[in-house]
């Protein structure tokens, strides 16, 4: 079911997707708990659990906080308990028990929990999609006899079948039995490949493979962000290194990420030093230089409109909050 509402945060509409338990079939919610139980034995009271499978990680939240800016990278998540909106660009969506989304690309986001408590904490598992098996898997399945194309977009979502909430819950219990994982995780994953090729994100996840991504210019172009968002940005060099006009590069960068290449930058630096203040404690002013920043007052005043307060206090804040970054 699919509701449309102004959105809070001013993004425009807020398209929800979320499943009620009483319209769930049975076996799809029995295979949700059986998920849900898995995550919550292994998370405890931890806000975030690294997992021994590479790139399988939980979350955990019991209140709804303040809004968060983060990056995702290329990833599956399945929202098991509460709920969370997610702004992509200016596209604000909420995802409600149940529910996935799956993302083509790195790609910026402002989150914000919208169903959270200490009787019914927040849950959700991710997964960092290895498009390398989903590309075979793609090779491997019969093409559909007619696909409509879809958005160039960097993300889709749906509602998780019973199938893919069961293989995440046997990706997780491999986190426990590392002799097994070894053998078996892979197979897990290409199996969950398989499940988002099945699922209403499909025939998008066929086009990003189809248009090929990792060889067109803005991924190159968001890749070089990544490696040298420290360096001054002049959008005329980056979109010849992308080999494409500078409009044009504007024009299918925004249309992908949701964002101009220059904010682009901006959300990368604000990241790294909050990183930098958090782990290596490092000082303002370090942490606004070795970002790229000449202006550390520039940077202070882009930090608080980002994060909601000046970076000491704020990097204070989080810190006695459990320091999660």
């Given at each position: 079911m699919t509701n449309s509402s102004s959105s809070p945060l001013g993004f425009g509409q807020v398209h929800s997707i979320a499943l009620s338990e009483p319209a769930q079939p049975s076996e799809r919610l029995q295979a949700l708990r059986r998920l849900i139980d898995k995550v919550s034995g292994q998370m405890g009271s931890s806000e975030v659990g690294k997992t021994s499978i590479p790139g399988l990680t939980f979350y955990r939240m019991t209140g709804l906080g303040t809004p968060t800016y983060c990056i995702y990278e290329p990833c599956v998540a399945i929202i098991l308990q509460g709920a969370k909106e997610i702004t992509?660009?200016?596209?604000?969506?909420?995802?409600?028990?149940?529910?996935?989304?799956v993302t083509s690309v790195d790609i910026p986001t402002?989150?914000?929990?919208?169903?959270?408590?200490?009787?019914?904490?927040?849950?959700?598992?991710?997964?960092?999609?290895?498009?390398?098996?989903?590309?075979?898997?793609?090779?491997s399945l019969e093409p559909p006899k007619q696909e409509v194309s879809s958005n160039a977009r960097g993300f889709a979502?749906?509602?998780?079948?019973?199938?893919?909430?069961?293989?995440?819950?046997?990706?997780?219990?491999?986190?426990?039995?590392?002799?097994?994982?070894?053998?078996?995780?892979?197979?897990?994953?290409?199996?969950?490949?398989?499940?988002?090729?099945?699922?209403?994100?499909?025939?998008?996840?066929?086009?990003?493979?189809?248009?090929?991504?990792?060889?067109?210019?803005?991924v190159r172009a968001i890749e070089w962000l990544k490696l040298h968002y420290e360096k001054p940005l002049h959008v005329?060099?980056?979109?010849?290194?992308?080999?494409?006009?500078?409009?044009?590069?504007?024009?299918?960068?925004?249309?992908?990420?949701?964002?101009?290449?220059?904010?682009?930058?901006?959300?990368?630096?604000?990241?790294?030093?909050?990183?930098?203040?958090?782990?290596?404690?490092?000082?303002?002013?370090?942490?606004?230089l070795r970002v790229g920043y000449e202006s550390v007052a520039q940077f202070s005043r882009e930090y608080a409109r980002r994060f909601g307060a000046p970076p000491s206090r704020?990097?204070?804040?989080?810190?006695?909050?459990?320091?999660?970054?």
């Amino acid at each position: 079911m699919t509701n449309s509402s102004s959105s809070p945060l001013g993004f425009g509409q807020v398209h929800s997707i979320a499943l009620s338990e009483p319209a769930q079939p049975s076996e799809r919610l029995q295979a949700l708990r059986r998920l849900i139980d898995k995550v919550s034995g292994q998370m405890g009271s931890s806000e975030v659990g690294k997992t021994s499978i590479p790139g399988l990680t939980f979350y955990r939240m019991t209140g709804l906080g303040t809004p968060t800016y983060c990056i995702y990278e290329p990833c599956v998540a399945i929202i098991l308990q509460g709920a969370k909106e997610i702004t992509f660009g200016e596209e604000a969506r909420e995802f409600g028990q149940g529910s996935f989304f799956v993302t083509s690309v790195d790609i910026p986001t402002l989150a914000r929990m919208t169903a959270a408590s200490e009787q019914t904490p927040y849950l959700s598992v991710v997964l960092k999609l290895d498009l390398s098996i989903l590309n075979e898997v793609i090779q491997s399945l019969e093409p559909p006899k007619q696909e409509v194309s879809s958005n160039a977009r960097g993300f889709a979502s749906g509602a998780a079948s019973t199938e893919m909430l069961d293989a995440f819950a046997r990706l997780a219990t491999l986190t426990e039995r590392p002799l097994e994982a070894g053998l078996m995780a892979d197979l897990i994953k290409r199996e969950i490949c398989v499940r988002l090729l099945l699922s209403s994100a499909g025939p998008w996840l066929r086009s990003v493979a189809r248009d090929g991504y990792r060889d067109k210019g803005i991924v190159r172009a968001i890749e070089w962000l990544k490696l040298h968002y420290e360096k001054p940005l002049h959008v005329a060099d980056l979109a010849e290194r992308s080999g494409m006009a500078t409009s044009t590069l504007h024009h299918n960068f925004r249309k992908l990420t949701g964002t101009s290449p220059v904010q682009y930058q901006k959300s990368l630096r604000l990241q790294a030093a909050r990183s930098l203040m958090l782990t290596e404690r490092v000082d303002v002013n370090t942490a606004a230089l070795r970002v790229g920043y000449e202006s550390v007052a520039q940077f202070s005043r882009e930090y608080a409109r980002r994060f909601g307060a000046p970076p000491s206090r704020e990097i204070k804040q989080a810190r006695e909050n459990g320091g999660a970054v």
